[in-house]
């Protein structure tokens, strides 16, 4: 069962800004990882966090975890009309051997 | 990083037939995969694991006798749509793991429309 809320549900920016999206799960995990997904495609994976980490950075992606609070949060800085699409958190259990767990999704939609 | 291949990425198919979709890792093996759904501006849905020479692990809500799940070798994994309906027009999408890699690799997707 899906086990992951994400919030905003959709988020509309202008290009330039930041946009941040949060993740909450319910379990103890090994990792949590983001996912864009333009419409109607495959996933693209974007960053993975183990549970043991709290911050990481790759390009303009900045994701953090919480595991007292059991949430994550994915910053993009700079936003770009390239970046509209859908993000997904997952979640992969303690133990769950790449069975992954996704959140609702947050749509993006950057405007120039 | 690893390859995982779908196909095919789209079907188009009439009521009540069946509907087989391929997922396959390129260069490593994989001892497990995983099937996911996907309904339009919904997140994605596990479906199964898929465990090589044994039986499918399903999630609850998911038929296994609509669902068929093969995992014949350990680069090859199958799902057939039996008695396909128009509700089971969705996305579909399969990922595998290597060993020794946490980050799990995801194949293109199928789309599968029932008419």
């Known amino acids: 069962s899906q086990q992951g809320e994400e919030d905003p549900q959709a988020l509309s920016i202008q290009e330039g800004e930041n946009a941040t999206m949060n993740c909450s799960y319910k379990?103890?995990?090994?990792?949590l990882q983001w996912y864009r997904q333009n419409s109607g495609r495959g996933l693209v994976h974007l960053i993975l966090?183990?549970?043991?980490?709290r911050e990481k950075h790759s390009g303009r992606l900045r994701v953090t975890l919480d595991t007292s609070k059991k949430s994550s949060s994915l910053l993009i800085t700079a936003s770009r009309a390239a970046d509209t699409a859908s993000y997904f958190c997952?979640?992969?259990?303690?133990?769950?051997?790449?069975?992954?767990?996704f959140g609702a999704g947050t749509r993006l939609a950057v405007h120039p | 990083g690893a390859v995982v291949s779908q196909h095919p990425s789209w079907v188009i198919c009439k009521s009540g037939t069946s509907v087989k979709i391929e997922c396959r890792s390129l260069?490593?093996?994989?001892?497990?995969m995983f099937w996911y759904r996907q309904f339009p501006k919904q997140s994605l849905m596990l479906m199964a694991t898929?465990?090589?020479?044994?039986?499918?692990?399903?999630e609850q809500g998911v038929e296994k006798d609509k669902f068929l799940i093969n995992h014949a070798s350990l680069t090859l994994s199958t799902l057939t749509v039996t008695s396909a309906h128009p509700e089971d027009s969705s996305f579909y999408i399969c990922?595998?793991?290597?060993?020794?890699?946490?980050?799990?690799?995801f194949g293109q997707g199928t789309r599968l429309t029932v008419v």
């Open positions: 990922s595998a793991g290597e060993t020794g890699y946490t980050e799990a690799f």
């Open positions: 379990t103890s995990i090994n990792n």
């Open positions: 966090i183990r549970s043991n980490e």
């Open positions: 997952a979640t992969e259990f303690s133990g769950g051997y790449n069975k992954l767990i």
């Open positions: 260069d490593f093996q994989a001892t497990t």
């Open positions: 898929s465990n090589e020479g044994s039986k499918a692990t399903y």
